[in-house]
T-cell receptor, first 115, second 113 residues
């Protein structure tokens, strides 16, 4: 079955450490996205990529970095510069551009806790 | 004013009840609309797209009112399994090549026996 896989499901890190969240999809989707979800707030876009070797900042990119070396993979690095990294991180993909109405398919998320 | 606003609830209804949620959006150029469902501590999943003429999928009916800039979701004959957070999502193709997808903060529904 096609889908999006995020790993790990839970991640614990000490403050000051960089951490990389994995996202892999086998849906053959061109577009991939990283969102952050905090309690009581809507999902906020961190980075998105429309095609391999290209990515753009979303609304809250500061303290994060991404790469898109393969169509299937879009890893997110949470750096020590991110002031409030503890959150639920969701990776998504879409066949077309989400802004043009193409629905998002989400991975099952990574819950990051930084202490 | 938030770009997309939902009543966070919670809505507590008995099984078999009919419940409706509204979602308002501020950008009149918005073009696509969706309802997603998110179970506790899980990822959102597409429930249904919202079409201009309104659309129905089983017990779920979605409607769009462009003049008043809101969308609605009606759930008939509520089941215990309908308990979840319902996210309103509005897409706007303007701006960047990606366009913009804006999520509401979600409406919590609890269906009790």
């Amino acid at each position: 079955d096609g889908g999006i896989t995020q790993s790990p499901k839970y991640l614990f890190r000490k403050e000051g450490q960089n951490v990389t969240l994995s996202c892999e999809q086998n849906l053959n989707h061109d577009a991939m996205y990283w969102y952050r979800q905090d309690p009581g707030q809507g999902l906020r876009l961190i980075y998105y990529s429309q095609i391999v070797n290209d990515f753009q900042k979303g609304d809250i990119a500061e303290g994060y970095s991404v790469s898109r070396e393969k169509k299937e993979s879009f890893p997110l690095t949470v750096t020590s510069a991110q002031k409030n990294p503890t959150a639920f991180y969701l990776c998504a993909s879409s066949l077309g551009q989400a802004g043009w109405g193409s629905p998002l398919h989400f991975g099952n998320g990574t819950r990051l806790t930084v202490t | 004013r938030k770009e997309v606003e939902q009543d966070p609830g919670p809505f507590n209804v008995p099984e078999g009840a009919t419940v409706a949620f509204n979602c308002t959006y501020s950008n009149s150029a918005s073009q696509s609309f969706f309802w997603y469902r998110q179970d506790c501590r899980k990822e959102p999943k597409l429930l249904m797209s919202v079409y201009s003429s309104g659309n129905e999928d089983g017990r779920f009916t979605a409607q769009l009112n462009r003049a008043s800039q809101y969308i609605s979701l009606l759930i008939r004959d509520s089941k215990l399994s309908d308990s979840a957070t319902y996210l309103c999502v509005v897409a706007n193709a303007g701006g960047t090549s990606y366009g913009k997808l804006t999520f509401g903060q979600g409406t919590i529904l609890t269906v009790h026996p």
